[in-house]
C-alpha cells in the first residue's frame, strides 16, 4: 500500500502554462505539505495545511494555489509556468502540524518547463 | 526565522564511521531530525531527538546539545548503500526547516 502518493511523476510543458499536481496519502494524518527541491537539491516548503486549513505558506507566488478538498488530499495548481519553476515537488503529511512528527514524502513529480 | 548549517558533501571508506554535523537558528524550537534521500527518490526519516543527548538506531545515531545548537548523525560501519543526501531540518513554529544537505559518498 502506497503511504504518499503523487501524479504525475513526471511532467514536462511549456512556459505560460498551467499545469496541476495531485497528491493523496492513506495514513489517515491531519498535516500535509508541498515542498520544492531545486537542482541543488535545497528542499524549501512551500504550504501546510492541517484538515483542509491553509497553517503555512512560504512566500510562494500567487501563481502556486494549493487545494485540499479532503485532509487525505492536497493538490497544487501552478499557473502561467515560468523557467524558474522547473523543480522535483514533494508531498508530504504528518500526524499533527504542531510538536514533532516525522514526515512521510510522497515519490516526487518531476516538472521540467521548457 | 529559521537557519540550518551542515557541510556540503563528505566522503568515507566502507566499514568507517562518519559524523554529519548540523548547526542551527530558530525561534520555538521543539527538536532537529534527520532525513535521508538517495538519488531520484523521496526523503526518508531516521531520527528525531527533542531533548540533549544521543538516540541510537541500528548502524545510525544521534546527537543533540539545545545549548549549543548543534546536533549531528553517526553512521557506523559504512555501507555502500549509505551513499546519498542527508539533511538535517528543525521543528519549530508549526513546520520544519530543512539544512541544505550533506552529500555522503562511501567508496570501496
Not at chain 1, 57 to 82: G, M, Q, Y
Amino acid at each position: 500500500d502506497t503511504a504518499v502518493s503523487q501524479t504525475p511523476k513526471y511532467l514536462v510543458t511549456q512556459m505560460g502554462n498551467d499545469k496541476s499536481i495531485k497528491c493523496e496519502q492513506n495514513l489517515g494524518h491531519d498535516t500535509m505539505y508541498w515542498y520544492k527541491q531545486d537542482s541543488k537539491k535545497f528542499l524549501k516548503i512551500m504550504f501546510s495545511y492541517n484538515n483542509k486549513e491553509l497553517i503555512i505558506n512560504e512566500t510562494v507566488p500567487n501563481r502556486f494555489s494549493p487545494k485540499s478538498p479532503d485532509k487525505a488530499h492536497l493538490n497544487l495548481h501552478i499557473n502561467s509556468l515560468e523557467l524558474g519553476d522547473s523543480a522535483v515537488y514533494f508531498c508530504a503529511s504528518s500526524q499533527r502540524g504542531t510538536g514533532f512528527s516525522e514526515q512521510y514524502f510522497g515519490p516526487g513529480t518531476r516538472l521540467t518547463v521548457t | 526565522g529559521q537557519s540550518l548549517e551542515q557541510p556540503s558533501e563528505v566522503t568515507a571508506v566502507e566499514g568507517a564511521i562518519v559524523q554529519i554535523n548540523c548547526t542551527y537558528q530558530t525561534s520555538g524550537f521543539y527538536g532537529l531530525s534527520w532525513y535521508q534521500q538517495h538519488d531520484g527518490g523521496a526523503p526518508t526519516f531516521l531520527s528525531y531527538n527533542a531533548l540533549d543527548g544521543l538516540e541510537e538506531t541500528g548502524r545510525f545515531s544521534s546527537f543533540l546539545s539545545r545549548s549549543d545548537s548543534y546536533g549531528y548523525l553517526l553512521l557506523q560501519e559504512l555501507q555502500m548503500k549509505d551513499s546519498a543526501s542527508y539533511f538535517c531540518a528543525v521543528t519549530g513554529a508549526g513546520k520544519s526547516t530543512f539544512g541544505d544537505g550533506t552529500t555522503l559518498t562511501v567508496k570501496p
